[in-house]
Nanobody, 114 residues
Framework: VQLVESGGGLVQPGGSLRLSCAASGFTFSSNTMRWYRQAPGQEREWVATITSTGGITYYADSVQGRFTISRDNAKNTTYLQMNSLNPEDTAVYYC????????WGQGTQVTVSS
């Protein structure tokens, strides 16, 4: 199982980023996928979930209306479009497969700062 997150970076408040998570080693199209984040000194927190077909999505209250989770099963990739970013969104972002909860990628750093 391999999960490779990318797309992070430094962005100004109000800006946008699109994160990607490339998955391999398991049947991606059968798995609900999730995004998490971990800020310095804090617990890892759930951000968003998308079901295997992409038909249903869920979001944490803190990102509802600003973030959009999506997936492309042909590419074994899930995405997180992040808009209206604020400094509280600064964290390392990770993706995770619901049925493989112990597998994590290296994460991608998102820093929101002016």
């Amino acid at each position: 199982v391999q999960l490779v997150e990318s797309g992070g970076g430094l962005v100004q408040p109000g800006g946008s980023l699109r994160l990607s998570c490339a998955a391999s080693g398991f049947t991606f199209s059968s798995n609900t996928m999730r995004w998490y984040r971990q800020a310095p000194g804090q617990e890892r927190e759930w951000v968003a979930t998308i079901t295997s077909t992409g038909g249903i999505t869920y979001y944490a209250d803190s990102v509802q209306g600003r973030f959009t989770i999506s997936r492309d099963n042909a590419k074994n990739t899930t995405y997180l479009q992040m808009n209206s970013l604020n400094p509280e969104d600064t964290a390392v972002y990770y993706c995770n497969a619901f049925r493989l909860p112990h597998y994590w990628g290296q994460g991608t750093q998102v820093t929101v700062s002016s």
